[in-house]
């Protein structure tokens, strides 16, 4: 592992080692785990802006989409229809297959919107 320095204000520093002696660890193992949240955190959050684009440019295909493919799923990824088909997983998995684990936004094309269900989770690699 690379060690770097990273200067903190007197009075920060003495903020992170009291919470760090409250917690009962070492300043720099509290700010490490603080970072890697911070970073898991931004993470996250880019990958939800990124699927709510997914479904804006779904919606705003929807007319086209409608004549080329009603009925049938398609994911979007980067704005753009990359999969087409009768099955959602398997669209999941061949977009992944062909980008790796992007947010994508997979639907059918029907003149009806779709229920829609948020169930949010984080996959972190340990």
């Not at 993470?43 to 479904?55: G, S």
């Not at 990359?82 to 992944?96: H, I, M, S, T």
Request: hydrophobic share 40%; glycine share 4%.
């Amino acid at each position: 592992m690379n060690q770097h320095t990273i200067q903190l204000s007197p009075d920060l520093y003495d903020a992170v080692r009291r919470r760090a002696a409250a917690q009962q660890k070492s300043p720099d193992s509290l700010v490490s785990e603080w970072v890697t949240e911070q970073l898991d955190s931004t993470e996250a959050d880019e990958a939800k802006i990124a699927f709510e684009q997914e479904i804006a440019a779904f919606e705003q295909m929807k007319p086209a989409l409608l004549e080329q493919y009603a009925g049938q799923f398609v994911a979007i990824y980067q704005g753009q229809v990359v999969a087409v088909g009768d099955n959602r997983l398997a669209l999941v998995k061949e977009v992944y297959n062909q980008f790796g684990e992007v947010p994508c936004y997979v639907e059918q094309v029907t003149a009806e919107p779709p229920r829609r269900v948020r169930i949010t989770s984080v996959w972190k690699a340990r």
